[in-house]
């Protein structure tokens, strides 16, 4: 019988990484979530873990990564049989320029580092 897979999952405390890592996670699959924050000490890591049934809690690890930060995924998706890459920032913006002046770029800088 071949292992499990492991998936890594970019933005996994996100409205779309929560729930694919939730369905990875209840298929038996292994997940390294990435978070934006330190996951010791963020609010948002703490509910999400607290939202998973216990018994998954051990397939899941969590790692700090940003996406605008060069060779931050380096050593999260070594070794993993798949990414699923679904960070991003992911709001209304009314002045497109703007929100570009200040970083909020998701490609793009951020793809290329995962
Ligand atoms: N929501 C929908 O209905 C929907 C539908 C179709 C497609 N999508 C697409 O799915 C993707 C995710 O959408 P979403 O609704 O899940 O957005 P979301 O709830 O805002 O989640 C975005 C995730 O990306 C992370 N992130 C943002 N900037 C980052 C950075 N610089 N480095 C590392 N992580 C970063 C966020 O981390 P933090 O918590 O640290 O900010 C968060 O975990 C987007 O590309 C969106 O276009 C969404």
């Not at 996994?12 to 929560?18: P, R």
Request: positive net charge.
């Amino acid at each position: 019988m071949s292992p499990a897979p492991t998936a890594v999952v970019t933005g996994c405390t996100g409205y779309v990484g929560a729930e694919l890592t939730k369905q990875l996670l209840a298929a038996g699959w292994t997940v390294r979530g990435t978070v934006r924050s330190d996951p010791a000490t963020s609010g948002r890591v703490s509910a999400f873990k607290k939202s998973l049934p216990a018994e998954h809690l051990g397939s899941l690890s969590l790692h700090q990564a940003d996406l605008l930060t060069a060779g931050a995924f380096d050593a999260v998706v070594k070794g993993a049989t798949h990414v699923f890459h679904v960070a991003s920032p992911f709001q209304v913006q009314r002045r497109l320029p703007c929100a570009q002046r200040l970083g909020h770029l998701p490609f793009p800088p951020g793809g290329p580092q995962v």
